[in-house]
């Protein structure tokens, strides 16, 4: 049983990212369709990664955290907020699930959930938002049943795979998260 597991739901766990995951956070990053479906176009070494988790336990404004599964501690994907602002209480999110296998199972949706709770409850955040590319319609779907609201459109905000793509602006308030969770 770990000890690590900073937020428990029913069917997965959110857990801080340390050196020991350095092999899986870089073969998450070479999946075809988990780089599709976030936009990512840069290519990282190893050491690159490994720099990477180093350097996210240095910065005060982000929660980088692994999703894995209640019944086996497999590491599933990540979960993170970013560009915490503590002015004005807000923060971006950001999540990749790592494998198809994995995907459709409420797993990205429950996580989701545990991390808006943390954001709003403990870092004290009015406003979470986040980015999701238009083609990506699963996803916009598993945002707006976990209670995110389209806030707008950046038209041809991503050039990938030869193509301009609109990303849609998603955001959700705390109050929001409260009615919908916390009755």
């Known amino acids: 049983m770990r000890k ?25 990053f070479f999946d075809s ?14 050491a690159q990664i490994e720099q990477y988790i180093e350097n996210k336990w240095r910065e ?6 692994l999703i894995c599964l209640q019944d086996s501690e497999e590491v599933i994907g990540d ?7 503590t002015t004005n209480r807000n ?16 797993y990205g949706s429950e996580a989701m959930q545990l991390l808006l709770d943390y954001g709003f409850g403990i870092l004290n955040l009015h406003r979470i938002e986040l980015n999701v590319f238009a083609y990506n319609k699963q996803a916009s779907r598993a945002y707006e049943k976990v209670g995110f609201t389209v806030e707008g459109v950046q038209r041809d905000a991503l050039f990938y795979n030869h193509e301009y793509h609109d990303s849609i602006l998603m955001s959700i ?9 916390r009755k």
């Open 4 to 28: 690590d597991k900073l937020l428990q739901g029913e069917k997965v766990f959110l857990r801080p990212l340390n050196a020991a995951d350095q092999d899986t956070y870089y073969a998450m």
């Open 79 to 85: 979960i993170a907020l970013q560009d915490i602002d």
């Open 33 to 46: 369709e988990v780089r599709r479906l976030t936009g990512t176009k840069q290519a990282f070494t190893y």
């Open 173 to 181: 308030l705390a109050r929001e998260f409260r009615d919908k969770y």
């Open 91 to 106: 923060a971006n999110m950001r999540i990749a699930i790592s494998q198809a296998a994995h995907q459709g199972q409420g």
């Open 60 to 65: 005060s404004d982000a929660v980088l955290l």
